[in-house]
Every structure is written in C-alpha cells, then in structure tokens.
C-alpha cells in the first residue's frame, strides 16, 4: 500500500533540504561601489598571450556560393585578448556582450567583414591593444547523384578565425574538414578483381592573403580541392546506376594517403588568396583496424 505523505509548504521543504535564511549582507549592489578586481593594476609578473572563453554555442548565419545559399546553423566560438603582465584579468562578461550585442543587431552572419568589425570592437571593448576569435561550424552543401541527379545534404566541419592586432593589423586563417572516398592503388595493383577502399577525410588548414575579402567562398574552393583530387566523392543519395558510377569512378582514380595530400596541396598552391597551408589525409582502412595518414605544410 503506497504511503500517504503530509507535504510541508515549500519553504519548509527547502529548509528541510539544507537551505539556510538569507543572512545579513553588507557589502554593496551597485556595480560602480564593487571592486574591480579583474582591472588592479601592479606587476603581475607575466604577459598572457591568451585569456577569453571558449565553447560558447551560438546560432550563425552562413552564406554560401553552393545551395542551400543561406543558411542558419549552431556554431561554437572562442574568443580571447592578451593581457598585459601589469594587468590582472579581463573582464569575461565582455564577450558574451559582444556577441549578443551583433544577435540583436539582426544575427551574427558569418563573414570576414564581420568578424574584422567583431574583433576590433571587441578589443576596444576589453581596452586591449588586440582580440581574436575562432568560430567552428558544421557546413551544408547540396550533392547530386552522378547519374540521377538526386539531391541530398552533404556537410563538412568549418573553422573561420581572426586576430586583431592595433599594430599589425589582421590574420585571417581557416580550416575545412570533408570526406572522401579512396580506393587503394596498392590493392588494385596486386588484386585479380577488386580493391579495397575506404573513407578518407581531408583536413585543409589555410592562412588567407591580406586582401582576401571572400570573392570566392573558402568553403566552396577548399572542399573542391579535396573531391576532385579523391578516387570519388561522397554522395547522401545513390541509386544503382549512381553506385555503379562512384564505385567505376573510384576504380579509375586509385589514391594513398600520399597521393592526397600532394594532389590537395597543388589546387591549394593554385588559389591566390591562400599564402600558406597545412593538407593532412587520414583513412580509415577498411582492412585495418588502424588509420593511415598523411601531412605537408607549404608557404608560398
């Protein structure tokens, strides 16, 4: 038989639970009679390259040059300042307030023009010499079928980060991770029929020229550079006569690790925006239980 329980009023419930009354409170509510401590100024000792708050999740807008053209997603944020070795911290509350301040002003729309105008309010703000932000995001873009032409959602993991600096001015880098497929040269060479592929995922980290002011969608141009150098795309959609076709594909264009990052590094090599760059491959082997991968760094 369940038992019949009197419930005291909730208060009592509380107190019950721990909770205390409220003592007496002697120190101030008003914000300009409360220290400050983040702002004392002595010899702190050291200079930090690096203060700020990171994982902070917060719906974008992104534009794209590949359907869908426009859309909205959830991106995490890190934004950070130095400080001084005379300063004692920063003032963290000042960077949620940026960022709210641009998501009442119509949202925050994920551009390089943006973030310039973010980072540099965003250290006036801080009254620091300098501010940067990284913003990661997953990114959308339509596929087709090679054969019927179905349409279905592909997406890739996107970085976009900017520093501000009074003196230097900005740095604007990137990163884009997509999947690939590719079939292994090695297999097919000492295979009767068949050869065992796998997917890849190409990982392409690039530091932008200074008067790059997005003519072509990084997105677009990075992802472009890791498919068309792959043995075949991915594809969210295939019928048979698709699947004939990728795994045809696949067959033509055999493809190590080191054959990826070099073919990746050449478009990356071609695109005029980009100075410097890092491609790294990595497969998960289909008849490994081990990854194999591949890295190169250039700067131009």
Request: hydrophobic share 35%.
């Amino acid at each position: 038989m369940t038992r019949k329980i009197n419930l005291p009023p909730k208060k009592e419930r509380h107190l019950l639970f721990g909770s205390v009354e409220p003592g007496v409170k002697l120190k101030p509510t008003e914000k300009d009679q409360m220290p400050d401590l983040q702002n004392s100024k002595k010899d702190f000792l050291f200079t930090i390259d690096s203060v700020g708050i990171s994982n902070v999740k917060h719906p974008i807008i992104i534009e794209s040059d590949l359907n869908p053209k426009q859309q909205t997603t959830i991106a995490t944020f890190k934004m950070t300042s130095k400080i001084s070795h005379d300063s004692k911290g920063t003032n963290m509350s000042r960077f949620t307030e940026q960022l709210e301040q641009y998501r009442q002003n119509g949202g925050f729309v994920l551009s390089i023009k943006n973030l310039y105008d973010f980072t540099k309010e965003l250290a006036e703000r801080l009254k620091q010499k300098d501010a940067s932000i990284e913003v990661t995001f997953p990114w959308f873009y339509e596929r087709k079928g090679p054969s019927s032409e179905l349409v279905g959602l592909n997406h890739a993991e996107a970085t976009i980060a900017v520093t501000y600096d009074e003196t230097v001015g900005y740095t604007t880098t990137a990163s884009l991770t997509c999947a690939v497929t590719t079939l292994c040269p090695c297999s097919k060479e000492i295979s009767e029929y068949s050869a065992h592929n796998q997917r890849g995922y190409i990982t392409m980290d690039v530091e932008f020229t200074e008067d790059y002011h997005e003519e072509l969608d990084w997105k677009a141009a990075l992802l472009e550079a890791a498919e068309t150098n792959a043995s075949a795309m991915i594809h969210p959609v295939l019928k048979r006569p698709d699947e004939k076709m990728v795994t045809e594909t696949a067959y033509e264009n055999p493809r190590f690790v080191e054959d990826m990052v070099r073919l990746v590094a050449a478009d990356l090599y071609e695109l005029p925006f980009i100075q410097a760059f890092t491609v790294n491959c990595r497969n998960e082997e289909s008849i490994h239980l081990h990854d194999a991968i591949a890295s190169l760094s250039y700067r131009k």
